[in-house]
């Protein structure tokens, strides 16, 4: 490591952190290296970066707007900017700079589909179908512009890609409870809670009788960072929980509400027997899951045979009217009452309650969906 006050010292002091994830501890040094040296345009982009990473995206615009007064070409900075802009949803400027940066460096791939959400958020279907294009053009697998176009062109496919899921839940772990309170009125652990009551009692009456919980064992698909684990455990002994993202696992892990978390696509989990896993379950729950799948037949089939006879299956799907399921504009999918009734009853799952909720709102519009109770039988 460079010893000494300069700012390539502080720089490379940040990068150490910066390394290690320590985002908070790399602006501290970058910000040390800025004062320094104030022209120095790598600390000024460096610390508009640890902004961005701990999601201040004012700031970051800020620095990165310095930079590009000491660079007006600094390439890093436009695409930062661009960035940061897009985070505070001003999407008509963040359009602006990832087009200047792309000018400059048009093999860089994943601004094609960060410009691609940007102008499907401003309207422009057809420059957004260009903008994946161009990143699927430079990376044929790439999930995230895969799974966007199919949305934007209304393709629906039987699931949306493994790492479009990883990624999109990977960046929002941090703040995706607070931002189900606080913007999305997040309903589904309550209906959890209260079909839970429904079939197996209050939690109070199972405890003022000393009786022994009602199950033993449950599985969590699509787990999250555990809100329906959490809302499910007065009635559950043990839980274990299935993820693609490692991100919210790792969020629920600091709850200690699942016995064992496993990162994986939760068909792949239901399938194959994977270490520390149990035979069967007796009950088996996804909360606002399978809003990630189309074809739940995978799913639906493992979940048979995973459950103990009269297990019970418990989850949420927004509403379809026709047909069997889509992909949305919005890159959800929805499932129709009869798909799931005919797909249960594939699988000898009985349907005990299929009710209307409204499991959460998009803005100003309240979000149509099913709560599903089944019991294998
Ligand atoms: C909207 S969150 C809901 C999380 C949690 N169930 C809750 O209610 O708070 C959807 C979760 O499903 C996970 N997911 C989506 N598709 C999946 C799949 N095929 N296999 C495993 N997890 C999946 C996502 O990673 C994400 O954590």
């Given at each position: 490591m460079t010893s000494g006050s300069g700012a390539p010292a502080h720089i490379e002091r940040g990068d150490v952190c910066w390394n290690a994830g320590d985002f908070e501890s790399a602006l501290g040094h970058y910000r040390l290296a800025l004062d320094a040296d104030a022209g120095n345009v790598e600390a000024c982009s460096n610390v508009a970066a640890a902004h961005y990473q701990l999601d201040e995206f004012k700031e970051s615009a800020k620095f990165y707007r310095r930079c590009l007064k000491l660079d007006a070409d600094y390439v890093e900075a436009l695409f930062g900017l661009a960035s940061a802009l897009r985070g505070l949803e001003d999407y008509a400027a963040a359009a602006v700079y990832y087009r200047q940066a792309l000018a400059l460096e048009?093999?860089?791939?994943?601004p094609h589909w960060e410009l691609g959400f940007t102008l499907d958020a401003l309207g422009d279907v057809i420059g957004a179908s260009e903008a994946y294009r161009a990143c699927l053009n430079l990376d044929p697998a790439h999930g995230v512009a895969t799974h966007l176009l199919n949305a934007l062109t209304g393709t629906t496919t039987l699931a949306a890609p493994a790492d479009y899921i990883a990624s999109l839940f990977d960046d929002y772990a941090e703040g995706f409870e607070q931002s189900l309170l606080d913007d999305l009125h997040y309903s589904v652990p309550e209906h959890f809670r209260a079909e839970m009551t429904n079939i197996f009692g209050a939690p109070n009456d199972m405890r003022a009788n000393n009786?022994?919980?009602?199950?033993?064992w449950a599985l969590d698909l699509?787990?999250?960072?555990?809100l329906i684990a959490k809302a499910i455990?007065?009635?559950?002994?043990n839980i274990h929980g299935v993820d693609l993202s490692k991100n919210m696992l790792a969020r629920a892990a600091e709850d200690k509400i699942f016995e064992q978390i496993f990162v994986m696509d939760m068909a792949d989990f239901l399938s194959n027997h994977r270490d520390g896993a149990q035979k069967t379950y007796d009950l088996a729950v996804s909360g606002?899951?399978?809003?990630?799948?189309?074809?739940l037949e995978p799913v639906f089939r493992g979940v048979a045979n995973r459950l103990a006879d009269q297990g019970w299956f418990l989850f949420t799907v927004e509403c379809l009217d026709i047909g069997d399921y889509a992909l949305l504009p919005t890159g959800r999918y929805a499932h129709s009452k009869t798909y799931i009734q005919d797909t249960a009853e594939i699988y000898g799952l009985k349907v005990m309650d299929l009710r209307k909720i409204i499991?959460?709102?998009d803005g100003n519009e309240a979000i149509s969906g099913y709560f599903c109770a089944l019991q294998f039988k």
């Open positions: 048009p093999d860089r791939i994943e009786d022994s919980l009602p199950i033993s699509g787990a999250g960072t555990g455990k007065p009635w559950v002994e606002d899951a399978f809003v990630y799948i189309g074809d499991p959460r709102r």
